[in-house]
């Protein structure tokens, strides 16, 4: 499968197949459900998908994974490193990191602006230092870079029915819909690694502040404050689906099954953490197999009819050429 994606998107220099290769295990292996959606893409599409998470998954492990006993230093160091590889790559297409060289590619192929990157990487610079969010402006500040921008790279390649510019906003809205379910879901993980994401005067408004999240997580008890203010952070999440939802039929039509069937999964990731009783500081809850199974089979169905409806342009390209994408962001000037 990896070689006909590649062979779809017109990728056929050796060493860059085996750069986009690695991204895609980097997806299979971390990202489940980002993974699973991806596949309901055309094959053309996938391998830039691929070299975005990558490319994302790069960096976050740099600031949480680097070495269990690593020094905030450290990893500001190794991510300043990754920082200049990154913005030398964008400018050359060339670099000795695999990750780097497809992602630059990606970026040129589909004209994506470099400033998404350098934005996520400075969100990636305030997980050094910043271990709590006072409101939820603050945590805005952060997201743009952790989470709407990855929707606005992904726009691109998705290819829109409309200008891009009015896609925009749904996209960016759909990122920070992700992330704040992501949130949600690891409260205990990221309070084990010295981190509250949740905005604080959310937390305040219910009782709730560090000391009692980590009681409960050291303790495994729950208390009525935290779930109160754990409903309210679900609910403040499904609005910002709401802002996301309009931008899915504003996409490509061959593009929409993915993203439907992410917003999906990923949405209901927040059913199952109510459906629970918010249990999140002790464990983490997911949407059940089987109804991933369910909701990637609809993916299929839509991809097929959405296939059928366009295969005459389909059928008119050169084997081996990218599918069009239409609207594509042009690049603008940036430091990068």
């Known amino acids: 499968m990896t070689a006909r994606e590649l062979t779809a998107a017109g990728i056929t220099e050796p060493g860059l197949r085996r750069d986009y290769t690695l991204c895609r295990a980097l997806n299979a292996r971390h990202g489940r459900t980002y993974f699973l959606a991806t596949r309901l893409l055309p094959p053309a599409r996938r391998p830039a998908v691929h070299a975005l998470y990558g490319f994302a998954r790069w960096a976050d492990d740099i600031v949480d994974d680097l070495a269990a006993d690593a020094a905030v230093h450290e990893r500001a160091a190794?991510?300043?490193?990754?920082?200049?590889?990154?913005?030398?790559?964008?400018?050359?297409?060339?670099?000795r990191e695999p990750v780097v060289r497809a992602l630059a590619h990606t970026a040129r192929t589909y004209g994506i602006r470099h400033t998404h990157f350098t934005d996520f990487m400075a969100s990636m610079r305030m997980d050094l230092q910043v271990r709590a969010y006072a409101d939820y402006p603050a945590l805005q500040t952060y997201m743009h870079g952790s989470a709407a921008v990855i929707g606005l790279q992904m726009m691109p390649v998705l290819g829109t029915v409309v200008p891009a510019e009015e896609a925009e906003a749904h996209a960016a809205a759909l990122g920070v819909a992700f992330q704040l379910t992501n949130f949600l879901r690891d409260v205990g993980e990221d309070l084990d690694r010295d981190r509250v994401y949740l905005p604080g005067d959310l937390l305040a408004a219910h009782g709730v502040d560090r000391g009692l999240l980590q009681w409960s997580r050291a303790t495994?008890?729950?208390?009525?404050?935290?779930?109160?203010?754990?409903?309210?952070?679900?609910?403040?999440?499904?609005?910002?689906?709401?802002?996301?939802?309009?931008?899915?039929?504003?996409?490509?039509?061959?593009?929409?099954?993915?993203?439907?069937?992410?917003?999906?999964?990923?949405?209901?990731?927040?059913?199952?953490?109510?459906?629970?009783?918010?249990?999140?500081?002790?464990?983490?809850?997911?949407?059940?197999?089987?109804?991933?199974?369910?909701?990637?089979?609809?993916?299929?169905?839509?991809?097929?009819?959405?296939?059928?409806?366009?295969?005459?342009?389909?059928?008119?390209?050169?084997?081996?050429?990218?599918?069009?994408?239409?609207?594509?962001?042009?690049?603008?000037?940036?430091?990068?």
């Open 220 to 336: 495994g008890r729950d208390d009525p404050r935290i779930r109160s203010a754990l409903r309210a952070a679900d609910a403040l999440t499904r609005e910002v689906y709401r802002e996301a939802e309009p931008g899915i039929a504003l996409l490509d039509p061959v593009s929409r099954p993915c993203i439907r069937a992410a917003y999906t999964l990923y949405s209901e990731i927040l059913d199952a953490a109510a459906d629970a009783g918010y249990p999140v500081l002790h464990r983490r809850v997911a949407v059940s197999p089987a109804r991933r199974a369910v909701v990637a089979a609809r993916g299929v169905t839509g991809v097929a009819a959405a296939r059928l409806r366009h295969a005459p342009s389909a059928a008119r390209r050169r084997p081996g050429t990218p599918e069009p994408v239409r609207h594509p962001v042009l690049p603008r000037e940036d430091s990068a």
């Open 78 to 95: 190794a991510l300043s490193r990754w920082e200049q590889e990154l913005a030398a790559g964008l400018r050359t297409g060339s670099s």
